[in-house]
């Protein structure tokens, strides 16, 4: 755990030793009374946690919070992913907040497995849980917002409704991952911190012939990162790593 994140209505309350952060404080980083830990507010601001008291008879915790920065704000990347096996969502989740992708859409595809759906995983409140693993390791207190949808086609009106995909029509923004004749590559599109950018990788099976409209409908270009077949939270991470790279944003 890079940083012990709080709600805002936690941080100037005492943490009991039997939270798994007042566990991962005493036994993993095996803190004392007068010695700091790396501490922030959920969406706010991060700074240094100074332990007050450790009280052993109430079983708590006592710290005083300083706010010293901003939390790592997240990055102007939002990503649109087809629904993969639930395995593997974990460790996409994870990434995704750990790279600092502002939005995650999960997606139904055509070619998608239905079943994966019905996930527990597929649940926001379970979704949250996994994007707070990835940035606490990022040592972040942001944590991206992340929508499910039925379908390629509901996840685009979403977006379209949300101005999102109207914020800067006719510039290389939108890019969606596709070996299917891609045409470009990916590593060679420029991109700006100035410039929002969507992201759309597909699930295991890859985009329909019909979905490919959709996504071209909406501005979105087709590019490849070769011809090696990758899962999707591979190609999920690597896309992500590629465009932040290309923002100036992982210097």
Known sequence: MNICLFEQNEIDSPLSFDDWRGEHILKVLKKKQGEDFTAGIIDGSSGLAHITKIDESAGQIFFDFT???DGKPLNPLKMI?????????RRLMRDVAALGVSELHLTGTELGEKS??????????????????GTVQAG??????????????????ALEETG???LSKGKQNFICLDNINPKCALGDVKFSKEVPVIAAIGSER???????ELLEQSGFIRCGMGTRIMRTETAATVAGA??????????
């Not at 926001?124 to 849980?129: H, I, L, S």
């Open 67 to 69: 706010a010293m920065g």
């Open 81 to 89: 992913v087809g629904f993969p096996r639930p395995i593997q969502l």
């Open 116 to 133: 994966y759906m019905q996930s527990d995983l597929a649940q926001p409140e379970k979704a949250r849980e996994l994007l707070l693993e």
């Open 140 to 157: 972040s207190t942001h944590i991206p917002k992340v929508f499910i949808h039925k379908s390629l086609k509901e996840c685009l009106s």
């Open 164 to 166: 999102s995909l109207s």
């Open 206 to 212: 890859g985009w329909t012939n019909k979905e490919r």
């Open 242 to 251: 590629i465009i932040l790279n290309s923002m100036g944003v992982l210097e």
